[in-house]
């Protein structure tokens, strides 16, 4: 359920709607697709090549008769190693050129060569698309197995109301995984997952917390919420990420702010994922900052957000995480059986390509009826494996 291992080639042709793309192709690459962009020479006065090849790590082609390659017929290479075309934005005129088999630029020789599926995203002003010419080129495409992906009606940039707006990045993503046979089976589901670090103050200026980046919680939050589930997000202190405007999101500080919001959301979860790195000990923090020679620090527990989880889960499942350096099996089946969680994913942070702020694990997936020993692999991979796995709960 993720795209490692997929090529996508990203058509981009001239309109405004050229920086939604830029989205789309974050988004790919982020769960493994590897993307090539290819653009006109009208889509780069609206998105520059730099920007593409910034998400993509591949180099954009724009023309046809580039000298600046390893010598291949580029645009019949990238064709056959395509899995998938997306044309975003699908002008009118890009429309009209692919229905009527003209080949004059990169973009349009590159996806007559493709014999992959195709998946296209007018976008124009209302009245060219509703012109009988354009309605006429897609009705062509859509007969020649093209897949066409329509936006919302509403304002456009021209400031026209109606159709022609583009689909957003999410339409075009969900359209792709559906190429690929991956179902949104947690449609109308709500997985609350935490994520990250939480920080126990010492005084004002000092904390306590580990190495969490929250990197495998976002990897789980994103895989959810392209399979179609509402997302609630409770994170602590995380690395940077783009996070869907779509998620109810919860930043909590110390272990017992995440326990609260754990509390509070509880009952509408139908999966509950519990990811994120809590702190395990607390202390009362000094008023003022402390200037003493030494540092004596009197700590205590701090609450346990999973057990709490495991005795007020109801009918919902509670997925832990359990990050350790010794004995890890064992500890984590204790875990499993102590947190009245349904499965534990089992991390040994100190084996090289795993652990934290990595974006590689290795992990154990330990349930009732034994255990399950997973590769080194993307996070992102091993979100969907998770997802699945807690599907068959």
């Not at 509390?263 to 200037?291: H, V």
């Not at 700590?299 to 005795?311: I, R, S, T």
């Amino acid at each position: 359920m993720s795209f490692s291992g997929k090529t996508i080639l990203v058509a981009v042709s001239g309109g405004i709607a050229a920086y939604k793309t830029c989205y789309l192709v974050s988004k790919l690459v982020k769960t493994g697709a590897s993307v090539h962009v290819t653009m006109t020479r009208n889509a780069t006065e609206f998105v520059s090549p730099l920007t593409f090849e910034t998400l993509s790590h591949n180099r954009v082609t724009v023309d046809t008769f580039d000298r600046d390659f390893t010598w291949e017929v580029e645009h019949v290479s990238l064709a056959k190693k395509a899995d998938l075309c997306i044309i975003a934005p699908a002008t009118a005129n890009v429309i009209a050129k692919i229905a009527c088999g003209i080949a004059d630029d990169f973009v349009t020789t590159t996806v007559l060569a493709c014999k992959c599926p195709i998946i296209f995203a007018p976008a124009m002003n209302t009245a060219m698309f509703e012109n009988e010419a354009t309605q006429k080129n897609i009705a062509t495409l859509v007969g020649r197995g093209f897949v066409p992906v329509y936006g919302e009606s509403g304002y456009l940039a021209c400031g026209d109301v109606g159709s022609g707006r583009m689909a957003e990045p999410d339409k075009l993503y969900a359209a792709a995984c559906a190429v690929f046979g991956m179902s949104e089976d947690l449609s109308g589901k709500t997985v609350l997952i935490t994520s990250g670090a939480t920080r126990e103050p010492i005084d004002p200026v000092r904390f306590i917390t580990n190495r969490s980046s929250g990197k495998m919680g976002y990897a789980l939050a994103t895989a959810a919420h392209r399979r179609g589930a509402k997302v609630i997000y409770i994170k602590g202190f995380t690395n940077k990420f783009d996070i869907p405007t779509t998620f109810d999101v919860i930043d909590v500080q110390t272990t017992e702010d995440m326990l609260e919001a754990v509390k509070s959301k509880i009952g509408e979860a139908d999966y509950i994922i519990m990811a994120a790195a809590p702190c395990d000990y607390k202390m009362t923090p000094a008023q003022q900052k402390i200037k003493s020679a030494k540092l004596d620090l009197e700590l205590v527990k701090a609450p346990d957000c999973a057990a709490w989880a495991g005795n007020h889960k109801g009918r919902s499942k509670l997925v832990i995480f359990a990050a350790e350096t010794e004995n890890g099996c064992d500890n984590a089946c204790k875990k499993l059986v102590a947190k009245n969680a349904d499965m534990a994913v089992l991390n040994d942070v100190t084996a090289a390509g795993a652990g934290f702020d990595v974006d590689t694990d290795i992990a154990t997936l330990i349930t009732s009826n034994g255990a399950e020993s997973l590769p080194l692999m993307r996070k992102s991979e091993l979100a969907d494996i998770v997802l699945d796995r807690m599907l068959s709960l």
